[in-house]
């Protein structure tokens, strides 16, 4: 889960990391797929121009874009995975 300061960074900011770090190909397990959550339409409109402008310089793909909801975290091992990844 990502958290951010929206006097820090953008939402805007945040799709673009977050669009410059996801695979949009590939077939992953129900677990392990990326997803977008949002809060307001703000941010859901954000995100539908933000994946148009992807889908256009990517082709076609598919990315649930869902309301926020209720969070649970994952197990411990599973927390830190690309700090980890990277020793």
Not at 7 to 34: C, D, H, I, P
Not at 73 to 79: L, N, P, R, S
């Amino acid at each position: 889960m990502v958290q951010f300061d929206p006097e820090k960074t953008s939402f805007e900011q945040m799709l673009n990391v977050f669009w410059a770090n996801v695979s949009v190909r590939g077939s992953a397990k129900t677990q392990y797929k990326s997803a977008i959550w949002y809060h307001d339409d703000e941010q859901k409109a954000i995100i539908d121009r933000s994946m148009a402008d992807q889908q256009k310089k990517k082709g076609a793909f598919k990315m649930d874009v869902l309301p926020a909801c209720q969070w649970w975290d994952a197990e411990g091992y599973h927390q830190k995975y690309y700090a980890k990844r990277r020793r």
